[in-house]
């Protein structure tokens, strides 16, 4: 092997395309049930996520609590396609523990 491998395995994730992963992450949500209102996803009326491109990245954040006053925000930056599998396994893991709360 050329090129400074040393141990002749190369391997490297295919290039980050955030275009594609907030298309796939908005797929997701409404598969979720959520639904996408003025920059946000919400479940039943209240915002619980939000995404979206910031040059090379995705910017994107989950609601700490469902609020209709001021919701508060935990903002992350996606730069892999697992930054955002996992941003949308703890979404998924929030909504069932409010499902389990609210009933």
Known sequence: MTGGDTDGWAFAPPPFKPDEALQRLEREWRDLGLVKREGHFERRGLAVARAAVDGAVVAAALVRQPS????????????????????????????????????
């Open 68 to 103: 209709r006053l001021s919701p508060e925000w935990q903002t992350r930056v996606l730069k892999s396609s697992a930054d955002a599998r996992d941003l949308t396994n703890d979404l998924k893991k929030k909504l069932a523990a409010w499902s389990d709360r609210d009933e």
